[in-house]
């Protein structure tokens, strides 16, 4: 569940966004498009807790955006950002296994979820000697890990085959059948039909379209 | 806290492990620094001198602010830093972790540099032995309060030049200390106000860091 | 009534009471026995120093720990501890210059490793490196956490750093105007300039203080109008 009014966000004296009005509902997918700087990373990111909401009021997944703890926010939701890795100099397993760790978390879980990323075979290479599509299967293995009600995937078809992007379709359509809610930014919209997303256009830190 | 602490700082030394930064680059650093400071004294006054407490410390907050930016590095790319801060670690348990790890750098830097001072400056040896207990509490409080300024420095406009201008009038007092207590050592005596000294800076440093690193934190 | 009275006063007074310890100190008290002339600089370094370490940095260490507790967190405590900061520093360094003017003639040397002249050094160069972490940040929000902590962390180390020095090695000119067993050791009107002078540079302090914190309000203004300009513009990106 997401809700946000009139949510401005200023960093560095800049507004990156510049009043944005959201109402996402669980077991929706959202895909967020715009030219470069339009405020996709932005939103995703306050919807992270990853920046703080200026002025506006808002709520994820419960958390008040403008009072709550944005550090059990962060914890709530699962983020992935474009290089969606967590140390360069650790292993698979071994970020996985941090992560994990850090959180309380059963580690028996690891294989299985790398199997489903299609990781397997990748378990013990350095996060740094691993592509790009790699790197965010990687993240994506840890969102499969911690199941958060709130998926916030940012641009996760930049620089991917087409192999990857179906594969990033089909575990999103997944996700969203089990009631998550998910928001995905992309420049393009989604190729595969059977998700149907609603898709809203951000431009100068404003929603300029909403299509459902 | 403690068990946050644990993980952080078993990533830590295992990612200095894996880079090898430590060995190949830090300790050779820190050996070059103190041959380059008893190149500074003069032929006369390498050996044996009453100076070499001081350049062992001298070399050793060089080391410390080679270490912390290193250890902000660590964590320095945006998707690194975002992705970790998706895991909401409660912040006085990175604190302390970063901080044993960079602790246990130090020592195991401090036991090089302290073999070189022997070797190159000629401290006498019982006497470098009977400093090691006060050289582990200096630069423990060293490494608090390195991974304080590191966090301080982090982020924002150039840190790397940052981080000196804000750690070096704090390591003054643990400069003094460490080199008093070093001083008497060699010297066969012990005063227990410098232990003392170095003990209310770890602990300032320590119970600062437990509060207040949260804070530090970028948004 | 009072509050506008006192502020407009503020200025006057100061002005009219430093004159004063001018004119007393260099005119109507006579030279010291031993120290000649010099002693004249009774009137004036201690009365610095007590701003500079006391008055000035005590004011910006309070600020920024009522800023750092939840309830008492508000923009005014980082803009008084900024203000105050940058008042310190002038003042820390006005105290070393005329320490060295004192120091010159009674130790030979216009530095000396003295305890209490090497503790004010550092914690100078504590107050430049607030300035420049205050500069090394832009987002206001941060940059008032970070300040706030790093004086937090200056202000514990003013005990360590005094103690630590202090054992170092001393030099320094011991009580002046109390022995050790609280007797006068300065009489009559060498006193009463004394403690017009503290006075003096104590309502210094306040006034520039003031000023700079006014300014520290235009500047935040004019911040805050160039966001809501460029707030506006980003709009109108959004909706052409």
């Known amino acids: 569940m997401v809700v946000l009014r009139d949510a401005v966000v200023l960093v560095g004296g800049f507004p990156l966004l510049s009043g944005v009005n959201l109402d996402l509902d669980p077991g929706t997918l959202t895909v967020v498009t715009g030219a470069n700087g339009a405020g996709k990373t932005s939103?995703?990111?306050?919807?992270?807790?990853?920046?703080?909401?200026?002025?506006?009021?808002?709520?994820?997944?419960?958390?008040?955006?403008?009072?709550?703890?944005?550090?059990?926010?962060?914890?709530?939701?699962?983020?992935?950002?474009?290089?969606?890795?967590?140390?360069?100099?650790?292993?698979?397993?071994?970020?996985?296994?941090?992560?994990?760790?850090?959180?309380?978390?059963?580690?028996e879980e690891i294989p299985r979820v790398l199997e489903r990323v299609g990781l397997t075979s990748r378990t013990t290479t350095t996060a740094k000697l691993l592509s790009a599509g790699q790197r965010r299967r990687l993240g994506l293995a840890w969102l499969l890990l911690r199941r958060p009600e709130t998926w916030l995937l940012d641009e996760p078809y930049a620089s991917l085959d087409d192999e990857g992007r179906t594969f990033f379709d089909e575990l999103i359509a997944e996700v969203v059948r089990s009631g998550a809610t998910v928001v995905v930014s992309a420049h393009d919209p989604l190729r595969s039909s059977s998700l149907r997303p609603r898709t809203l256009t951000l431009a100068g830190g404003l929603v300029v379209g909403d299509v459902s | 806290m403690i068990r946050i602490a644990l993980l952080v700082a078993g990533k830590d030394l295992r990612i200095e492990r894996r880079s090898r930064v430590l060995l190949w680059q830090v300790l050779p650093f820190g050996v070059t620094a103190l041959v380059l400071c008893g190149l500074a004294l003069g032929p006369l006054h390498a050996g044996n001198s009453s100076a070499a407490p001081g350049l062992f410390y001298l070399v050793m907050l060089l080391v410390a602010l080679l270490m912390i930016n290193r250890a902000q590095v660590i964590e320095g790319s945006p998707g690194t830093r975002a992705s970790v801060a998706t895991l909401g670690l409660d912040p006085a348990g990175v604190f302390l972790g970063k901080a044993l790890a960079l602790a246990v750098e130090l020592w195991l830097t401090g036991v090089v540099v302290l073999a070189g001072s022997v070797l190159f400056l000629h401290t006498a040896l019982s006497g470098t032995l009977s400093a090691l207990p006060s050289v582990v509490v200096t630069l423990a409080a060293l490494a608090a309060a390195g991974t304080l300024y590191g966090a301080l420095s982090g982020g924002g406009q150039g840190p790397a030049t940052l981080l000196p201008m804000l750690s070096l009038p704090a390591f003054a007092p643990l400069l003094i200390a460490g080199e008093r207590s070093f001083s008497d050592a060699l010297h066969g005596g012990s005063l227990w106000r410098w232990w003392v000294i170095s003990l209310v800076a770890l602990a300032a440093y320590l119970a600062i860091g437990i509060l207040l690193y949260g804070v530090l934190e970028e948004s | 009534m009072i509050k506008t009275l006192s502020q407009r006063l503020l200025?006057?007074?100061?002005?009219?009471?430093?004159?004063?310890?001018?004119?007393?100190?260099?005119?109507?008290?006579?030279?010291?026995?031993?120290?000649?002339?010099?002693?004249?600089?009774?009137?004036?370094?201690?009365?610095?120093?007590?701003?500079?370490?006391?008055?000035?940095?005590?004011?910006?260490?309070?600020?920024?720990?009522?800023?750092?507790?939840?309830?008492?967190?508000?923009?005014?405590?980082?803009?008084?501890?900024?203000?105050?900061?940058?008042?310190?520093?002038?003042?820390?360094?006005?105290?070393?210059?005329?320490?060295?003017?004192?120091?010159?003639?009674?130790?030979?040397?216009?530095w000396a490793w003295d305890a209490r002249l090497t503790s004010t050094a550092i914690l100078g160069l504590f107050e430049l490196a607030y300035l420049a972490?205050?500069?090394?940040?832009?987002?206001?929000?941060?940059?008032?956490?970070?300040?706030?902590?790093?004086?937090?962390?200056?202000?514990?180390?003013?005990?360590?750093?005094?103690?630590?020095?202090?054992?170092?090695?001393?030099?320094?000119?011991?009580?002046?105007?109390?022995?050790?067993?609280?007797?006068?050791?300065?009489?009559?009107?060498?006193?009463?300039?004394?403690?017009?002078?503290?006075?003096a540079f104590t309502l210094l302090f306040f006034w520039l203080l003031r000023a700079r914190y006014r300014l520290e309000v235009l500047r935040a203004t004019r911040y805050d109008v160039a966001l809501d300009e460029a707030l506006a513009q980003r709009r109108r990106e959004g909706v052409h």
């Not at chain 1, 699962?78 to 994990?100: I, K």
């Open chain 3, 133 to 199: 972490l205050r500069r090394a940040n832009d987002d206001p929000d941060l940059r008032a956490r970070r300040c706030a902590v790093f004086a937090i962390i200056a202000a514990i180390n003013v005990p360590i750093i005094h103690f630590s020095v202090d054992w170092w090695n001393t030099l320094h000119q011991g009580a002046t105007v109390f022995t050790e067993n609280g007797n006068l050791l300065v009489h009559g009107i060498m006193l009463w300039t004394l403690f017009i002078s503290l006075f």
């Open chain 1, 43 to 107: 939103l995703l990111r306050l919807l992270g807790g990853l920046v703080t909401l200026t002025s506006g009021a808002g709520t994820v997944s419960g958390v008040d955006l403008k009072s709550g703890d944005l550090r059990e926010l962060r914890r709530r939701v699962g983020w992935l950002g474009h290089e969606g890795s967590f140390y360069d100099d650790l292993s698979v397993r071994e970020n996985l296994t941090f992560a994990a760790k850090a959180l309380g978390r059963p580690t």
């Open chain 3, 11 to 110: 200025g006057p007074v100061t002005l009219v009471l430093l004159a004063l310890t001018f004119w007393l100190g260099l005119w109507v008290t006579p030279p010291d026995k031993v120290q000649g002339n010099l002693a004249r600089l009774l009137y004036v370094h201690p009365a610095i120093a007590w701003v500079a370490l006391y008055v000035s940095f005590g004011t910006a260490a309070i600020a920024s720990a009522l800023y750092l507790w939840k309830r008492t967190r508000s923009v005014v405590m980082d803009r008084v501890a900024y203000c105050a900061m940058e008042v310190s520093t002038v003042f820390i360094i006005l105290t070393l210059i005329t320490g060295s003017i004192w120091g010159r003639p009674t130790w030979g040397v216009w």
